[in-house]
């Protein structure tokens, strides 16, 4: 079998160190009585333009890519420079493989199949017949061979003719004969020889070499790696110091054979192969590894008689703990090799353990009094949320519907969440549990009881007020600052997702003002978790947002613990200047407003930063288009006192009246001709508004007022109670109380004359403007 000639350009060394070239031809390796010779034929006129032997003594050199340099035995310097890397690189190959072993190899006619090219036959049975026969005199030329295999269709032809061969189980019997005869040299050349199989990285190849009754020799064979520094007793652990633990008997020895052949190839992979630095040929087991874990989980999930007795022996109350943490070991790591399965088998996998009531079963032991249990069932139950999250929502929704439930799994999962005596590993994967559960990407939108609406309606009614209890209770002692981390990133996450549940329990709860509580901790990572939570509100850029936090001086505890940190260079001054970065750049002009006319003159005495100075400069800016643009001036405006907007439930009686004349003096500035009057100790009526320009008069409408009122273009005359409880409604009273009130004060104007009248949106005390 004749290799394919390669295009080569060969050039010689004269005496004046210059390159002369001489000619290109087609180069070929041949070997005769075991030395290998490189030729050269011209492409003009197929002369031999080079003829060299490969020997031990003559230095090569490979320089770049496609050059081969070297000095024959008269001291003549000769240049191969080839048209194609890979033909240089096979010629390389074998140049190195006879300097690395001092000697010509006995390969035969092993060097056309190089390339890919020059393999005529389409089997390996040409192959075959040139495999250097398995003796210890032959050990150095067959490591020797497998090394110059390197493409992938050159390792496939090898691997076969390998296990044609029977080549593993004699390269076994050698290894036994060397080492009760102690051969160290003939061992070392063995191990060497196996990590290049291991490198072929074929799946028939692995199944011949680790059988039940060969593993152990194969792993044998890499305790006498010549790179080691000490002799490792691989077989002396696997065989006697391991012990397997079977949490229900297997009846199938074709499983139970499967389960240890995986865990030796596993200790191989993990252990063996790096201790030897061959971290690089650990990859190719993989894919072995890979089908071996599918198999287990196919075996295991068809015999439905284990998998019952497994779960019963989960829910059963007698269950030792010892035997209940095994069951719960045995399922993760089931679950961790089911991640390899395809995703409709695995889907398959999943629906068949939850027909088992596997949730119910992990549910019990998530209440059991250890918190390795409850970690190990939880991590599990994690797996099921992960891969079939509307399983996990179905379940919560049945017990939502059952009378005799008295601890429901969310209960159970909150407490986990917020228990001050789990480890800060634990919190996080409760975290995560509910981050993909509440998710919104991957909850059902089909006609379903698990979709979206109703999973969050049963969460946001039965669940958040356990969650955010650490939040309302920050000012009493003994919580734990890790608790209060996680609540708060997990809020996080539900401002970001789910805006209008999470909106109407920030309102009712008034539950930024308790993070931002947060801010005079002493725990600096919670005034950073209040300040992401905060930021995350801004990001949102959702005015019903911004008033909320304009309305309650919000911004003063973040503002406070500014000028607490005095100017130190640290996480908490970064993210504070980034908030208020935020508010500039995106150009949130309510916020803008809000902090330079409340804060602007102590902001403006910061100079290490231009934050504030840019601020300030965009705060202007806007001021001054306003009154280019003749923008209209809010009755809001006019209120100088934040107590005279929103009165707070604690606060006196006394603080909740409005000064209907300070009112009044207030729009005199604008035109505004308004009659007031007191109604009781709580709320006032504007009865009547008049102007210049009354035509163009407009009531504004926003999502925190739902009221409705009638406006007449000339002569507006507006009755309406404007608060109940205080003068801003932010939601804290009852939705029933807001209609009863709605039908109570909603007062019906006269039509005067051919007046055209037009029903808009009302609100509670809030924008009356003049365009």
Same mark, same amino acid.
């Given at each position: 079998?004749?290799?394919?000639?390669?295009?080569?350009?060969?050039?010689?060394?004269?005496?004046?160190?210059?390159?002369?070239?001489?000619?290109?031809?087609?180069?070929?390796?041949?070997?005769?009585?075991?030395?290998?010779?490189?030729?050269?034929?011209?492409?003009?006129?197929?002369?031999?333009?080079?003829?060299?032997?490969?020997?031990?003594?003559?230095?090569?050199?490979?320089?770049?890519?496609?050059?081969?340099?070297?000095?024959?035995?008269?001291?003549?310097?000769?240049?191969?420079?080839?048209?194609?890397?890979?033909?240089?690189?096979?010629?390389?190959?074998?140049?190195?493989?006879?300097?690395?072993?001092?000697?010509?190899?006995?390969?035969?006619?092993?060097?056309?199949?190089?390339?890919?090219?020059?393999?005529?036959?389409?089997?390996?049975?040409?192959?075959?017949?040139?495999?250097?026969?398995?003796?210890?005199?032959?050990?150095?030329?067959?490591?020797?061979?497998?090394?110059?295999?390197?493409?992938?269709?050159?390792?496939?032809?090898?691997?076969?003719?390998?296990?044609?061969?029977?080549?593993?189980?004699?390269?076994?019997?050698?290894?036994?004969?060397?080492?009760?005869?102690?051969?160290?040299?003939?061992?070392?050349?063995?191990?060497?020889?196996?990590?290049?199989?291991?490198?072929?990285?074929?799946?028939?190849?692995?199944?011949?070499?680790?059988?039940?009754?060969?593993?152990?020799?194969?792993?044998?064979?890499?305790?006498?790696?010549?790179?080691?520094?000490?002799?490792?007793?691989?077989?002396?652990?696997?065989?006697?110091?391991?012990?397997?633990?079977?949490?229900?008997?297997?009846?199938?020895?074709?499983?139970?054979?499967?389960?240890?052949?995986?865990?030796?190839?596993?200790?191989?992979?993990?252990?063996?192969?790096?201790?030897?630095?061959?971290?690089?040929?650990?990859?190719?087991?993989?894919?072995?590894?890979?089908?071996?874990?599918?198999?287990?989980?196919?075996?295991?999930?068809?015999?439905?008689?284990?998998?019952?007795?497994?779960?019963?022996?989960?829910?059963?109350?007698?269950?030792?703990?010892?035997?209940?943490?095994?069951?719960?070991?045995?399922?993760?790591?089931?679950?961790?090799?089911?991640?390899?399965?395809?995703?409709?088998?695995?889907?398959?996998?999943?629906?068949?353990?939850?027909?088992?009531?596997?949730?119910?079963?992990?549910?019990?032991?998530?209440?059991?009094?250890?918190?390795?249990?409850?970690?190990?069932?939880?991590?599990?139950?994690?797996?099921?949320?992960?891969?079939?999250?509307?399983?996990?929502?179905?379940?919560?929704?049945?017990?939502?519907?059952?009378?005799?439930?008295?601890?429901?799994?969310?209960?159970?999962?909150?407490?986990?969440?917020?228990?001050?005596?789990?480890?800060?590993?634990?919190?996080?994967?409760?975290?995560?549990?509910?981050?993909?559960?509440?998710?919104?990407?991957?909850?059902?939108?089909?006609?379903?009881?698990?979709?979206?609406?109703?999973?969050?309606?049963?969460?946001?009614?039965?669940?958040?007020?356990?969650?955010?209890?650490?939040?309302?209770?920050?000012?009493?002692?003994?919580?734990?600052?890790?608790?209060?981390?996680?609540?708060?990133?997990?809020?996080?996450?539900?401002?970001?997702?789910?805006?209008?549940?999470?909106?109407?329990?920030?309102?009712?709860?008034?539950?930024?003002?308790?993070?931002?509580?947060?801010? *005079? !901790?002493?725990?600096?990572?919670?005034?950073?978790?209040? $300040? /992401?939570?905060?930021? +995350?509100? &801004?990001?949102?850029?959702? %005015?019903?947002?911004?008033?909320?936090?304009?309305?309650?001086?919000?911004?003063?505890?973040?503002?406070?613990?500014?000028?607490?940190?005095?100017?130190?260079?640290?996480?908490?001054?970064?993210?504070?200047?980034?908030?208020?970065?935020?508010?500039?750049?995106?150009?949130?002009?309510?916020?803008?407003?809000?902090?330079?006319?409340?804060?602007?003159?102590?902001?403006?005495?910061?100079?290490?930063?231009?934050?504030? *100075? !840019?601020?300030?400069?965009?705060?202007?800016?806007?001021? $001054? /288009?306003?009154?280019? +643009?003749? &923008?209209?001036?809010?009755? %809001?405006?006019?209120?100088?006192?934040?107590?005279?907007?929103?009165?707070?439930?604690?606060?006196?009686?006394?603080?909740?009246?409005?000064?209907?004349?300070?009112?009044?003096?207030?729009?005199?500035?604008?035109?505004?001709?308004?009659?007031?009057?007191?109604?009781?100790?709580?709320?006032?009526?504007?009865?009547?508004?008049?102007?210049?320009?009354?035509?163009?008069?407009?009531?504004?409408?926003?999502?925190?007022?739902?009221?409705?009122?009638?406006?007449?273009?000339?002569?507006?005359?507006?009755?309406?109670?404007?608060?109940?409880?205080?003068?801003?409604?932010?939601?804290?009273?009852?939705?029933?109380?807001?209609?009863?009130?709605?039908?109570?004060?909603?007062?019906?104007?006269?039509?005067?004359?051919?007046?055209?009248?037009?029903?808009?949106?009302?609100?509670?005390?809030?924008?009356?403007?003049?365009?």
């Amino acid at each position: 079998m004749a290799n394919v000639p390669k295009r080569v350009k060969l050039y010689l060394l004269d005496n004046d160190q210059q390159w002369i070239d001489k000619g290109t031809g087609r180069i070929i390796c041949t070997s005769c009585a075991n030395l290998y010779s490189l030729k050269v034929h011209s492409e003009l006129d197929d002369s031999i333009l080079l003829d060299t032997d490969i020997l031990p003594d003559i230095s090569f050199e490979k320089q770049q890519e496609t050059l081969i340099l070297w000095c024959d035995k008269n001291e003549n310097e000769f240049a191969l420079s080839f048209q194609e890397k890979e033909a240089c690189e096979a010629i390389w190959k074998v140049i190195r493989s006879v300097a690395d072993e001092g000697e010509s190899v006995e390969m035969g006619n092993i060097l056309s199949v190089i390339e890919e090219s020059d393999v005529q036959d389409d089997d390996s049975s040409s192959l075959l017949s040139d495999l250097p026969s398995v003796d210890t005199n032959n050990l150095k030329s067959i490591n020797a061979m497998i090394r110059l295999f390197k493409t992938p269709s050159q390792k496939e032809k090898l691997s076969e003719a390998i296990i044609k061969a029977n080549y593993v189980p004699k390269l076994l019997d050698i290894f036994c004969e060397c080492e009760n005869d102690a051969n160290f040299e003939c061992l070392e050349y063995i191990c060497e020889i196996f990590k290049h199989i291991v490198t072929l990285g074929n799946c028939s190849l692995f199944e011949e070499m680790f059988k039940k009754d060969r593993i152990l020799d194969v792993v044998g064979c890499f305790e006498y790696d010549k790179c080691g520094r000490t002799f490792k007793r691989h077989r002396e652990f696997l065989s006697q110091k391991v012990q397997f633990k079977e949490v229900m008997p297997v009846l199938n020895p074709s499983l139970l054979d499967r389960i240890h052949q995986t865990y030796r190839i596993q200790y191989f992979q993990d252990v063996i192969l790096p201790s030897i630095n061959a971290v690089d040929e650990s990859v190719f087991l993989s894919p072995f590894i890979y089908l071996n874990k599918v198999t287990i989980v196919n075996l295991i999930q068809e015999d439905k008689i284990f998998l019952s007795n497994v779960f019963k022996l989960l829910s059963g109350k007698s269950t030792s703990a010892v035997k209940r943490k095994d069951v719960l070991l045995f399922l993760k790591e089931l679950f961790s090799f089911a991640q390899n399965l395809q995703p409709a088998p695995r889907e398959i996998f999943y629906q068949n353990l939850i027909e088992l009531k596997i949730i119910h079963s992990l549910e019990l032991s998530m209440q059991i009094n250890s918190e390795d249990i409850k970690l190990c069932a939880t991590e599990v139950i994690n797996f099921i949320v992960e891969h079939s999250p509307f399983s996990v929502r179905k379940y919560m929704l049945e017990q939502a519907n059952m009378i005799s439930v008295s601890n429901p799994l969310i209960v159970i999962l909150i407490n986990g969440l917020t228990s001050e005596t789990d480890s800060e590993h634990n919190s996080s994967i409760y975290l995560l549990f509910f981050k993909l559960l509440l998710n919104p990407e991957n909850m059902e939108s089909s006609l379903t009881k698990t979709d979206k609406t109703d999973f969050l309606n049963y969460f946001y009614k039965n669940a958040i007020d356990i969650i955010i209890e650490p939040i309302l209770n920050i000012s009493k002692d003994g919580l734990d600052k890790k608790c209060l981390a996680v609540v708060l990133e997990l809020l996080e996450f539900c401002v970001e997702h789910h805006s209008y549940y999470i909106r109407n329990v920030i309102l009712h709860k008034d539950l930024v003002r308790h993070v931002l509580k947060l801010m *005079k !901790s002493q725990y600096k990572v919670l005034a950073l978790s209040a $300040l /992401r939570f905060i930021k +995350k509100i &801004i990001a949102l850029k959702n %005015e019903f947002y911004n008033k909320y936090i304009i309305h309650g001086d919000l911004l003063r505890p973040v503002i406070e613990a500014f000028f607490e940190n005095q100017g130190r260079y640290n996480m908490l001054d970064s993210a504070i200047l980034d908030m208020f970065e935020f508010i500039r750049t995106e150009e949130l002009k309510s916020l803008c407003s809000y902090v330079m006319e409340h804060f602007g003159e102590v902001l403006d005495n910061v100079q290490y930063v231009q934050t504030f *100075k !840019s601020l300030r400069h965009t705060y202007e800016r806007n001021c $001054l /288009r306003n009154r280019e +643009k003749n &923008i209209p001036i809010y009755l %809001e405006d006019c209120f100088k006192s934040k107590d005279s907007l929103c009165c707070n439930t604690s606060e006196d009686e006394s603080k909740k009246k409005l000064n209907s004349e300070k009112i009044c003096d207030s729009v005199e500035n604008f035109g505004i001709d308004m009659e007031i009057e007191n109604t009781d100790s709580d709320t006032i009526k504007i009865l009547s508004v008049d102007s210049p320009k009354s035509r163009n008069i407009v009531l504004d409408r926003t999502p925190i007022f739902g009221k409705f009122g009638r406006l007449r273009r000339s002569g507006v005359t507006v009755a309406r109670n404007l608060c109940r409880k205080r003068l801003v409604d932010y939601g804290f009273d009852d939705d029933d109380e807001d209609e009863d009130n709605e039908n109570g004060t909603q007062i019906e104007e006269q039509r005067q004359g051919k007046e055209e009248t037009t029903e808009l949106p009302f609100m509670k005390c809030k924008r009356i403007r003049l365009d």
